[in-house]
């Protein structure tokens, strides 16, 4: 038989006595961890898409030198710094009609790496003969076969030998397969590997590429360039995978992202540890004294405080690591589905690993400052520990007044506790500004002016316009033919054409010159008719503006999208391309801070609307690249079917529709509200820990003075009253310090935000108000009714004779 108790014992057995306390303290811990758990998860899944999709889009490599002569190609791949290399002859002089007849841009060549760490396939293998190719799926189908490994595909191809073009048919063995890629489908851009023999047999003199991995992905950006112009090669000749880099090099701001969510969980979580802990010692703080009378020295005292945060913190852990393994399955899948491609989840051991020891850290820090406070005190002052003796500041004067009332009993209680009061009250409000920040963004995310800018009207047509192309797809018989079908109301067409920049007005309006490597700075030019014009000029709100002056001057808008800073009145020169001594200066009119209508096309030196008039006059391409369609509602099925036809008649038109791109956008605002709404209920769930704790603890700390009182009169709307208003003055104040911040953060966050994601105007977030509001008076509510029934279950006298 032991005749002694260890520490550890007396911390188990503490922990089982008060059990709503421990659950309390392991399900904050537990729900902390579970979301560190999932926002890491999320990152990293994140993080290993996009370089899967970097590595499927364009390859491997870090940067490609191209047009390389033989003493460079060895200097290059001599050079330390690169890790891997891998040849490519690509082959302009060869070419299929029948593709471009398919609106399909084919890049043919002969490439090493192909399963060998450039470009993995989806199946197959690299061809080696001559009558051996690799096509992606998508292309396959296009054709009119089936994606089958060992079939023959015919092509037509023109070779090109100098002035002479000679016709060919050729039939290939298909042998590989390439991943579709959304973004290479989407711009209808394919690949077609060829063999080194074929590529030798009709290309004399190929383009010689080297595609190169660098050693360290550490600034690859920067030593890929340094090497190039080492050995003399021009900024054309550098071409930097910023897709692969961007992915593989640490970024910053995703770091900082992590961070901050992460911060934002252990403060919450910490605030809720540390008042459940700082209040049950308030409440054992005559035991913690009567035990140090006994003999146990302050050092025992901290350490069986530490010692049952470490069995909270161990167990509450382990179940967070549980609930976030379950939670990262369940949600991460779902919310990658707002991207294009999937999102798989990737669990690694440092994640687990850290965020199980954060749990432990989490609970070991938010306790410390109890654990302390406990050793100091002494024996005499814990046993006659009073907190209603320490109501604050007393006046030399009291009065006795003739009656008391409930709020003075509530008040006096909150000043007696106003430690715990204020802790409660910042862990809600800090929960609130998070949830009042995101919600103000998501509500100015609005999804109608996102895609009425996509499209002027109801329905569109488009199609993907080339300089080096001679068809027409958007023609004047298709304008007419729309035009002619009834409920038609307005028709709105853009021309598309580019300028280059002249280098040193440039300088002066764009801030991120000196990342353009190109020799030219090219300019994306949007050519409007009257009516779409018209539009703009009234947007504008420019009263001196006339549509005249648009048509008749050297007059362009600038699109504040493109990081360019513009002022009306600017004066900047441009020219066309190839003939950079036909310079002309045009004036900046004005800025449009948004996209007026989707232009799907951007250049380094920025976007310009011009009207259609300049493009004749400068000789510029006047071809139809988008019209847009107004339609009465009562004809609306009819007209759609109609563009439909169009659209399917000719592969290089693209059809579109207001609403099917409306429903695609808000299906992917839902999603990432569910996920910002998500992840802040879990917030909520443990401030309302925190209120639900120290409503419950006020309670009992208070059910004697509350019986007694009852005793000589207290009626029981006056009990409801005495019981819920103490939570709902804490409630109140912490709304009212949410709303005086929050609401200004988040009109902050949405200028901010309007940065980048210029469709979005700010908008009072009127139902995360209302929905916060109600949530936590609902969950006083409750918690009222609850502490209400608890008091009815037990007799007068009982309560009385209650001692904490």
């Not at 293998?125 to 096509?135: F, G, T, W």
């Not at 302050?298 to 069986?304: A, K």
């Not at 000719?650 to 910002?676: C, P, T, V, W």
């Not at 935000?753 to 009127?766: K, W």
Request: aromatic share 8%.
């Amino acid at each position: 038989m032991r005749n002694t108790i260890s520490v550890k014992d007396i911390s188990l057995k503490n922990s089982l006595h008060h059990k709503s306390r421990t659950m309390l303290t392991i399900l904050t811990a537990a729900l902390s961890v579970a979301l560190i758990f999932v926002v890491l998860t999320y990152f990293h899944s994140d993080d290993q898409r996009q370089k899967r999709e970097a590595i499927n889009e364009l390859g491997a490599y870090h940067v490609q030198y191209e047009h390389l002569t033989t003493e460079q190609l060895q200097q290059i791949t001599a050079n330390p710094k690169i890790g891997k290399y891998y040849l490519s002859y690509f082959t302009p002089e060869i070419a299929s009609k029948m593709l471009m007849d398919l609106n399909i841009y084919m890049t043919i060549g002969y490439t090493e790496g192909i399963n060998g760490g450039l470009i993995e396939l989806r199946e197959g293998q690299a061809p080696v003969k001559e009558n051996e190719i690799v096509l992606d799926q998508w292309v396959i189908e296009e054709l009119g076969y089936a994606p089958k490994l060992g079939q023959q595909i015919t092509l037509n191809l023109q070779v090109t030998n100098g002035s002479k073009t000679e016709e060919l048919t050729q039939t290939f063995k298909l042998v590989g397969i390439t991943d579709d890629i959304a973004v290479r489908k989407a711009a209808r851009a394919g690949l077609m590997f060829i063999s080194k023999a074929f590529a030798q047999r009709y290309s004399s003199d190929p383009n010689v590429t080297v595609f190169a991995l660098l050693k360290s992905d550490f600034n690859a950006s920067s030593n890929a360039q340094k090497v190039g112009e080492k050995v003399g090669l021009q900024n054309a000749q550098i071409k930097i995978n910023e897709r692969y880099t961007g992915a593989y090099e640490r970024n910053p701001v995703s770091i900082l992202q992590s961070i901050l969510v992460v911060l934002v969980i252990v403060l919450s979580a910490g605030i809720v540890i540390y008042n459940i802990f700082n209040i049950y010692i308030d409440q054992q703080i005559r035991l913690f004294g009567t035990m140090k009378a006994i003999g146990m020295a302050p050092r025992q005292l901290r350490h069986m405080i530490h010692t049952e945060g470490l069995i909270i913190s161990l167990i509450g852990s382990c179940v967070g690591i549980l609930l976030g393994i379950g939670g990262s399955l369940a949600f991460i899948p779902f919310l990658g589905s707002a991207s294009v491609s999937s999102m798989y989840v990737e669990i690694t051991p440092y994640i687990v690993g850290g965020s199980f020891m954060l749990g432990l850290i989490l609970v070991t820090l938010s306790i410390h400052v109890p654990a302390r406070r406990v050793g100091r005190i002494s024996e005499i002052a814990a046993i006659r520990y009073n907190p209603a003796a320490d109501t604050g500041k007393r006046s030399s004067r009291t009065r006795l007044n003739n009656s008391l009332s409930i709020l003075t009993l509530v008040f006096a209680q909150i000043i007696r506790h106003r430690k715990r009061t204020w802790i409660t009250i910042i862990s809600i409000t800090l929960t609130g500004l998070v949830y009042l920040v995101a919600g103000s963004i998501l509500s100015s995310m609005n999804t109608s002016n996102l895609v009425g800018k996509m499209v002027a009207g109801d329905y569109k047509l488009s199609s993907s316009l080339r300089s080096d192309e001679k068809s027409d797809p958007i023609n004047n018989e298709v304008i007419k033919q729309i035009q002619s079908m009834e409920g038609v109301q307005s028709v709105l067409t853009e021309m598309y054409d580019g300028l280059t920049y002249n280098r040193q007005d440039a300088s002066a309006h764009l801030s991120d010159l000196d990342e353009i490597r190109n020799p030219y700075i090219s300019t994306a030019i949007y050519g409007y008719d009257d009516a779409l014009m018209q539009r703009v000029i009234k947007g504008l709100g420019k009263g001196g503006l006339t549509l005249d002056e648009m048509k008749n001057g050297n007059y362009l808008i600038a699109i504040a999208d493109g990081g360019g800073t513009y002022q009306a009145g600017d004066k900047i020169r441009m020219a066309q391309y190839g003939k950079q001594q036909e310079e002309r200066e045009f004036t900046v009119v004005a800025v449009l801070p948004s996209y007026i209508s989707y232009k799907g096309n951007s250049e380094e030196g920025g976007s310009f609307i011009a009207h259609q008039s300049m493009f004749k006059q400068l000789g510029m391409d006047q071809r139809i690249k988008q019209l847009s369609v107004a339609v009465d509602k009562e004809q609306q099925a009819q007209v759609e079917q109609g563009m439909k036809a169009i659209a399917a008649a000719d592969r290089k038109i693209e059809f579109g529709s207001f609403r099917e791109i409306y429903q695609e956008f808000n299906g992917i605002k839902k999603i990432m509200e569910l996920a910002a709404y998500g992840f802040i209920a879990a917030l909520m769930v443990i401030s309302i820990f925190n209120l639900v704790n120290s409503n419950l603890t006020s309670m009992i700390s208070r059910k004697r003075e509350i019986s007694m009182i009852e005793a000589i009169g207290l009626s029981r709307g006056q009990l409801t009253l005495q019981l819920g208003s103490e939570g709902l003055i804490v409630i109140v104040v912490s709304l009212l310090l949410t709303f005086v911040v929050g609401i200004p953060a988040g009109y902050l966050g949405v200028e901010m935000f309007s940065r980048e994601a210029t469709y979005v105007q700010y908008q009072f977030p009127l139902e995360p108000v209302v929905m916060l509001i109600c949530s936590y008076l609902t969950v006083q509510a409750l918690t009222t009714l609850y502490m209400q029934r608890r008091f009815r279950r037990e007799g007068l006298m009982e309560r009385i004779r209650y001692s904490e």
